[in-house]
């Protein structure tokens, strides 16, 4: 995180911010590359998806095969 005071370069920032309705003031401002943000963001965020979507699977078939079918 950076405080905006401490930045020596022009920034154009806006004062606020509106968040679920209300007005925010902006203090901080995070930068980050486009590298970090694919390997602790975007990865870990897929590769939850990936086991949240298997482990759906699983109890959809675990389900499935406790289902008692009487004919």
């Known amino acids: 995180m950076y405080d905006l005071g401490e930045i020596q370069r022009s920034l154009m920032v806006v004062n606020s911010i509106a968040v679920a309705g209300r007005t925010r003031r902006v203090k901080k401002i995070m930068a980050y590359r486009p590298q ?4 602790f963001y975007t990865q870990p965020i897929a590769q939850l998806t990936a086991i949240f979507q ?7 078939v675990r389900e499935l095969l406790n289902t008692c079918t009487i004919s």
């Open 54 to 60: 298997r482990e759906r699977q699983q109890q959809a």
């Open 36 to 39: 970090w943000l694919s390997r």
